[in-house]
Structure formats: C-alpha cells, structure tokens
C-alpha cells in the first residue's frame, strides 16, 4: 500500500469491543453479526474513497493534494487558534473571579453595600413596617427572565 492508503485504511480490529456488552439487549451472535457488517460497509465506503482518488487525473490529483497540505496547514493553526484561547480565557476568568466573589456577596447578603444601611433606616424611620431583607431578592430569577433567550424557556414551576 502507498502512505495515503495506508494513512486512509481503517483499522476495524477493535469495532466489537466498542460495543455496550448488553448492546440494546442483543445476543452475542447478533453482535457478532452486526460488528462483522459494519466492517464490511466501512471497508467499502473506505474503499470508494480510494477508488475515487485513483481514477481522478494526476494534474487534478496533484490539485486535491496541495488541497489536502493546505487544510493540514489549517488544521494546524486552528489548533494553535484553540490553544491560545484556553489560555486567554483561563487568564480573564481569573481576572473575574474577584467580580463574581463580590457579585455573589452582595446578591446573598453576606455583605452590604456602602450606604445602604443609612438609606434602610431612614425609610423604616418612615412607618415602613416591612422587615429588612438580605441582598437582593429573586436576582438570578429577574436576570433570566430579562434575557431574551431565557425567558422563553422558563416555566411557571420555575419560579
């Protein structure tokens, strides 16, 4: 075999094992059977792919193998592409851990915010007999319900 082919050859040894042992309730026979079709179906569209490349004229076969160098090239920097994303967003999401710390804290009451306590007395001072809640009530309910694409999806049992 030339290095595409064997590059294109599939290698099925291993396709019973990567059935569920109890596959939808199928006897050991049936799964024999079912593995030994799926070989034969991949073989052949395997080898349909090779047949296809080899009745192709070189000048286009010589075109299809810059095309395949060239997706091999952008594979290549796609990969680099992931990469340095994992790492950019490993380094923001570092950045908004403090923001999410504080966020949280505020929404749960464990801290209050600058001013607050001044403005609560003042209005209980009013005759506002309502006891004095703890950070901000319904937050995330009132946040999803206000996304667009959330708050089609949320239900009555929900809230």
Known sequence: MSDDKQQDALDLSDLGSALPSNAAGL???DREGLVATLKNKLQSLAG????????????????VDALREIQSQ???????FFE???????????????????RYEIVNGVVEVDGVSTEA??????GDEESEEK????????????NEVLSEEIQERDE
């Open 27 to 29: 006897s050991a026979e």
């Open 48 to 63: 349909q792919h090779a047949n296809v490349l080899e009745a192709l004229a070189p000048n286009v076969r010589k075109r």
């Open 84 to 102: 340095e994303r994992a790492a950019l967003e490993a380094k923001y999401q570092k950045l908004y851990e403090p923001l999410y710390t504080k």
């Open 74 to 80: 952008h594979d290549e920097l796609e990969a680099k």
């Open 121 to 126: 007395t003042m209005e209980t001072s009013r």
């Open 135 to 146: 950070g901000v009530p319904d937050f995330w309910l009132t946040a999803m319900k206000t």
